[in-house]
Each structure stands twice: as structure tokens, then as C-alpha cells.
């Protein structure tokens, strides 16, 4: 019996380790960047029960977002930009996505779900406000927010 509990154990840790494409330092400094330039708009991760009840049965007057949450974002960017099969080239997709969408943002471009982005204003144009630098390690944080095990199952819905 103790063999099949530290079995599990052992796998537990390898399952849900990260994979190799992450950086902590250059997450925790992305996340300082989303902190300091995006946080007084997007919330950075909320429970998405709560986001779902907030956006199907309140019309967001329960929560009253501004913008997406950052977890939203991340589980958007990762299903939708890119191949899942190789992390490293769809953080780069995601960054060439991101970097163009804070530039010239567009809500015909968003990755976001019709039903949650109707409740917002296109955001302005962060231009002259990040830098280059910013943007890649913005990215990097919202990339890995959402985490990399299994999907949320409210997420997989595509309708509202």
C-alpha cells in the first residue's frame, strides 16, 4: 500500500511539472508587468464558474469587468493561436499575436469568446506605454497563467 501512495506521489510531481519551455524568473517578471500596466483593467484570474455566471446569467452586472481576465486570456491564446504541439513556437505565435493586438487593438481580432467581449470597449492602444521587452514577458506570464495540465471544462464551450 505504501509503494502504490508513493507511486502516486512520484507521479503527481511529474505531472504536473512544468515543461521545460518555462521560465519562473522571466513569469514573475511578467507578471510585475501585468501587475503594473494591465491590472487596472483586467483582473488577473478569477474562478471561472464565477466568470461564467457573471457573463451568462448577470450580463456582467454582478462583476462589472472592464476587460477579460488574464486567465481567460490565457487559456484563449493558448487554444487558439498557434500548435499546442510545440510550446516553444506557439509562445512565439502568441507574442507576434499579442505584441500586434496591444498595438493595434481590434475587437475583430480578439481570441475571446463573442458573449464576454461584447461587454467591453476595444482597449486603447498601448503604444508608447510598453515596451518591446514588456510585451514579450507580458506575454510569457499570460501564456503560462491558465497553467499547462487539463482544461477547465467551461472553457471548452464556445457559445453563449
Not at 501512495?5 to 521560465?23: G, H
Not at 463573442?114 to 461587454?119: A, D, M, R
Request: a negative charge.
Amino acid at each position: 500500500m505504501k509503494l502504490i501512495i508513493a507511486a502516486c506521489v512520484l507521479m503527481s510531481f511529474v505531472f504536473a511539472s512544468p515543461p521545460e519551455e518555462f521560465d519562473k524568473e522571466k513569469y514573475l517578471i511578467g507578471e510585475k508587468v501585468f501587475d503594473n500596466k494591465c491590472s487596472s483593467c483586467h483582473v488577473k484570474s478569477m474562478d471561472i464558474q464565477v466568470l461564467m455566471s457573471n457573463f451568462i446569467e448577470h450580463d456582467n452586472k454582478v462583476l462589472n469587468l472592464l476587460a477579460p481576465t488574464g486567465n481567460e486570456i490565457s487559456f484563449r491564446l493558448k487554444s487558439q493561436i498557434g500548435s499546442k504541439d510545440d510550446i516553444e513556437f506557439q509562445i512565439d505565435e502568441v507574442t507576434d499575436f499579442v505584441k500586434d493586438y496591444l498595438i493595434n487593438p481590434d475587437k475583430a481580432k480578439t481570441v475571446c469568446l463573442e458573449g464576454v467581449v461584447k461587454h467591453f470597449d476595444t482597449m486603447p492602444s498601448m503604444k508608447g506605454q510598453v515596451t518591446e521587452e514588456e510585451m514579450e514577458d507580458v506575454t510569457f506570464f499570460l501564456y503560462f497563467l491558465e497553467g499547462w495540465n487539463g482544461i477547465n471544462e467551461y472553457y471548452e464551450k464556445d457559445e453563449f
